[in-house]
């Protein structure tokens, strides 16, 4: 057995429904720009612009339920409500037609954005990750299997603030669509079991403060319930 010289960390992981096992993260990928209303509230242009990928880390992942703390070094955090997609299967340049196959389950998560941080990295032509890959930016249900619910490619996706529908689309207006997503991203990266794809946001987002109480649905997936603190 491995010795280290240091306690490893704990892996992380996601809670998964009507089981007291859990699936475990090894890379979290997320899609910008792949609903045309968001692209547009964003300053872009859908029809000239192609979605693109960043990521975020495994261990900023915020789940079973826990308080958003709202992070430091920001005075305009912003909240983009998404499906997850969780990978059971990896691999290199998978075909589109297998690619749902590769699919372990979905969730709903909230790609948390410090706006204020990304817009000055845009501006600078630096990397996002202040903007986007802070400690607890991405709240995330429990997963469900697509053994259970299938493979969703249309119903609502919609998320409220203290009750008051902020940001609301169809999983249909997805630019890229979820076979489409893995298949793009296999060819620049090796996939593997535990990767998760965030897969982009509706139109409607917009900065939360400490009190909100966020919630969070997709069709089909479930519900995401979240307090910034
Ligand atoms: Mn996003």
């Known amino acids: 057995m ?5 306690d490893p960390p704990t892996p992380a992981s996601l809670p998964v429904r009507g ?74 340049d998978i075909s589109l037609e297998s690619a749902l196959d590769h699919v372990w389950g979905y969730g709903v998560a909230l790609d948390m954005t410090r706006r204020d941080l990304q817009a000055a990295c845009k501006k600078a032509g630096r990397p996002w990750e202040i903007g986007k890959a802070f400690d607890r930016s991405a709240p995330a ?19 409220k ?3 008051e529908v902020r940001q ?12 489409e997503m893995i298949a793009y991203l296999s060819g620049l990266f090796t996939l593997a079991p535990g990767d998760i794809i965030l897969s982009g946001t509706p139109a ?10 966020l919630e969070g649905h997709v069709d089909g997936i479930g519900e995401l319930r979240c307090r910034v603190v």
Not at 143 to 156: C, F, K, N, R
Not at 204 to 213: F, K, L, T, W, Y
């Open 204 to 213: 409607g987002v917009g900065p939360v403060a400490r009190g909100d109480e």
């Open 19 to 92: 089981s007291d096992a859990r699936f475990p993260v090894r890379r979290v990928y997320c899609v910008g720009r792949n609903y045309a209303a968001h692209t547009i509230e964003m300053g872009g242009d859908p029809d000239r612009e192609e979605p693109f990928f960043f990521q975020k880390n495994p261990d900023d992942l915020l789940t079973d339920g826990a308080d958003f703390p709202y992070p430091d070094k920001s005075s305009d955090v912003h909240h983009e409500i998404e499906m997850s997609v969780a990978l059971s299967k990896g691999g290199r």
């Open 141 to 159: 249900s429990e997963l469900v299997a697509a053994s259970e619910i299938g493979h969703p490619a249309d119903g609502a996706i919609w998320l």
């Open 168 to 179: 609301q689309g169809d999983l249909n207006h997805m630019i890229w669509k979820v076979p």
């Open 161 to 163: 603030v203290n009750g």
């Open 2 to 6: 491995t010795q280290f010289v240091i």
